[in-house]
């Protein structure tokens, strides 16, 4: 059954984020890391979107992609890939050591609702791309272009996820990192959508084109 087939690719995904995390906090005191709220939160969180990704049969692989688009774009994701560990394991052990610090609680609460409204629209779109999915700006054969459930509103319900979950976990963790992870994460989702719309306009052209007319970027009626 399909949802069997993407347990590998989950594992993949859920290691990647719970080990750094862990191995920032440090393995000698992780009930400390559960006594703040937000953080268990974000454990939790995570464990239910994994729990979601099954039971919806979500295709989770980003690799699809023509060998032009790998060689352009490889190298690229692999630094994001890297530098996403990195601050995983970073944000956690900064954390601990009071370092770089928010001195506001409420900040960790506020990023564990960022957290779960990108979690919930992350899902939503990958629901509806299906094997279209894909971590490069390409496309599947025989492309569709998506314009039902969260597509209906928004044409970029990823990265809006994204924008949303990137800031919202340094903010779990009361980091003042949060600024530069902002702008960064804009400055990304920025030219990806401006590379994304240009290859959708080139290959839907009029139906994109009233279906941009139509819709968001981000966020309805503002965006």
């Known amino acids: 059954m399909r949802h069997i087939s993407i347990l590998p690719i989950l ?46 049969r979500i295709d989770l692989n980003p690799l699809r992609s023509s060998p032009a688009n790998r060689s352009k774009e490889s190298w690229a994701l692999a630094a994001m890939a890297a530098a996403s560990i990195l601050l995983l394991g970073f944000l956690p052990w900064a954390d601990r050591n009071r370092i770089l610090q928010i001195p506001r609680e409420s900040v960790r609460s506020f990023g564990l609702l960022l957290c779960c409204a990108g979690g919930v629209i992350r899902i939503l779109a990958l629901r509806q791309l299906g094997p279209q999915f894909s971590a490069y700006v390409t ?16 044409r970029h319900p990823l990265y809006l996820s994204l924008l949303l979950a990137g800031p919202g976990v340094t903010m779990v963790f009361a980091s003042q990192l949060v600024w530069p992870i902002l702008a960064m994460t804009i400055a990304f989702i920025a030219n990806r959508i401006k590379v994304e719309e240009t290859l959708l306009a080139k290959t839907f052209s009029d139906s994109f084109l009233v279906y941009r007319h139509r819709t968001s970027s981000l966020l309805p009626f503002v965006l």
């Open 11 to 56: 594992s993949l995904h859920l290691l990647a984020i719970l080990i750094p995390m862990a191995l920032g906090w440090g393995l000698d005191d992780l009930p400390a890391f559960f006594a703040v709220p937000a953080r268990a939160g974000l454990i939790l969180l995570i464990t239910l979107g994994a729990i979601a990704t099954l039971i919806l």
């Open 139 to 154: 496309l599947q054969p025989d492309h569709q272009l998506i314009q039902t459930g969260i597509y209906s509103r928004i």
